[in-house]
């Protein structure tokens, strides 16, 4: 069974992604993708979709979907108070929708408490456009990819792929999952990165390195799906000098001759020659991904141990939610994604 759904409104930034494009960076294509993968996983799952099926990301609200078939959704990130015709409906839920139900994501309140910025909305059978270098996901800067390679406009239409969910499936009552919580710092409510030290840190003066660790970074307005800009104090360096272009990869800190750090997200360049100061680790670039704009953040470093063990835990977490939707008999044993790949590698 397919669907189609179709863009009333499509809010500031909304683009079909799915877990990215890899194995193209020495070809100086970004991996790009859902900037939160464990979100989409989660969304995907609670609809009955593969891991890696495309869905929405969208950004900052604002968003409007009518579908013109029934189907099911469910969404990870913020809620931005959505409503299915009028009706409160909550992220980390499994929803049945009717044929001709609108689906409204209101504008990004950054004054609730636990704002984010994005949300990733899987639907029953994922979103069908061209695959494109094994990928579904759009690449916006490089236009290609998703919806025409751009971001989603009003009176876009989106076809579905073909759902294995049932007819009882797809109607079955509202469900939902524990979503995964951030650590915040209790006393200004910044959002703590775990953070590997980077290559390059050794370029800076004892000052600014003990400032990292320290300080709080506050992200700015310029911030997109490239990188985060962060504002705090100027990180200096020992001496001046060019040094050369080296690899990056989501979740490296750079620190350009403003000696305010960028954060680089799934949007970014395959290589970059400003000082790699670290690296978010992989179990916590979700967190990023999620954080509003002028929120605060809080970089702790760590081991590689401790990262690869953070990386364990959330592939555990996937587990378990794998096993929670076999035991209430959501997925049968041929959908159970522990069969497969549970993440983007």
Known sequence: MTAAITVLRAGMLASVQDLGRHGHRHLGICPGGALDSLALVLANRLVGNPDGAAGLELTMGGCELRFEAATRVAWAGDDF?????????????????????????????????????????????????????????????????????????????????????????????????RMPSGHTDPADGAIEL?????????????????????????????????????EGPELKRKRNGDMLSSGVIPGTIQVPPSGQPIVLMGDAQTIGGYPRVGVVIRADLWKLAQAPLDGRLRFRPVETAEALAAWGEQKRYLAHLAQGLLSMGWLTPAQNPLHGETHAD
């Open 81 to 177: 108070d959505a409503r299915l015709d009028g009706q409160p409906v909550w992220p980390g839920w499994s929803v049945p929708v009717r044929a001709g139900q609108i689906l409204t994501f209101g504008r990004a309140n950054r004054s609730r408490k636990k704002a984010g910025i994005r949300t990733w909305l899987a639907v029953a059978g994922g979103i069908d456009v061209p695959v494109i270098l094994g990928s579904r996901s759009t690449d916006l800067m490089a236009g290609f990819g998703g919806h025409e390679g751009r971001a989603l406009k009003a009176h876009d239409t989106l076809i579905c792929g073909p759902s294995a969910l049932t007819t009882a499936q797809l109607e079955r009552r509202a469900f939902g999952a």
């Open 194 to 230: 775990r953070i590997v030290p980077g290559p390059e840190l050794e370029f800076f003066t004892v000052a600014s390195r003990e400032q990292i660790w320290r300080d709080a970074w506050r992200i700015t307005p310029q911030s997109n799906r490239m990188g985060s800009r962060l």
